[in-house]
């Protein structure tokens, strides 16, 4: 499995408890699997989740498919990372 990491931005997320504005970030990245889509998302998450915290959603922004000798022999996704940005109190 491999991982990339492209790009931020920020966006507005709902209201907290408290009434105060929260904000999420989200991060692109690509993550490869010899085996299948599921196991590259899946490795995707887990790794991404070893430096990112406060992670709250993903979606599949792009799947593709490494071919050899007629035979699929990657498994590649792009995914969107959606994290709470930390507020320091």
């Not at 709902?14 to 989200?26: F, G, L, R, T, Y």
Request: net charge positive.
């Amino acid at each position: 499995m491999s991982l990339s990491r492209r790009s931020c931005s920020d966006r507005v997320a709902p209201q907290d408890e408290e009434n105060n504005m929260s904000v999420a970030k989200i991060s692109e990245i690509t993550s490869t699997s010899k085996t299948s889509f599921d196991d590259a998302i899946a490795d995707g998450i887990k790794r991404a989740s070893k430096t990112i915290h406060g992670i709250s959603g993903a979606w599949v922004a792009d799947q593709e498919v490494g071919v050899k000798s007629g035979k699929i022999v990657e498994y590649k996704v792009r995914l969107r990372i959606t994290f709470m940005v930390d507020e320091k109190k």
